[in-house]
């Protein structure tokens, strides 16, 4: 089944591609140089990409992505969308 999702808002390449980055930070292994505040601020990053309108177009490309983890936040941003931002739609 095909769904058409040309209602979505297109994200450029780059945008998909640094939030991908963001994610996979936050997510990777924490090192000896990991600090609190790199984490706090990455998700704080993260959380404010999700508030942006466009955001939905973040949903297919993240849940297409082969890491899981980026397939993960990318069903979280569905779910943070629909249930922020429905009404709005």
């Known amino acids: ?6 209602f979505l808002p297109v994200l450029s390449q780059s945008d998909v591609e640094r939030t991908v ?7 990777a292994p924490p090192t000896a140089s990991t600090s609190l505040e790199d984490l706090k601020r990455l ?3 993260l959380f404010e ?6 955001a939905w ?3 297919i490309p993240l849940l297409e992505h082969p ?3 980026v397939q993960f936040f990318g069903a979280h941003t569905a779910q943070v969308k629909i249930a922020r ?3 709005d739609n």
Do not use: C, F, H
């Open 1 to 6: 089944m095909v769904v058409d999702t040309n």
């Open 21 to 27: 980055q963001l994610i996979q930070q936050a997510y």
């Open 43 to 45: 998700q704080t990053e």
């Open 49 to 54: 990409l999700q508030k942006r309108p466009e």
């Open 57 to 59: 177009g973040l949903v």
């Open 67 to 69: 890491d899981q983890n």
């Open 85 to 87: 931002d429905w009404s």
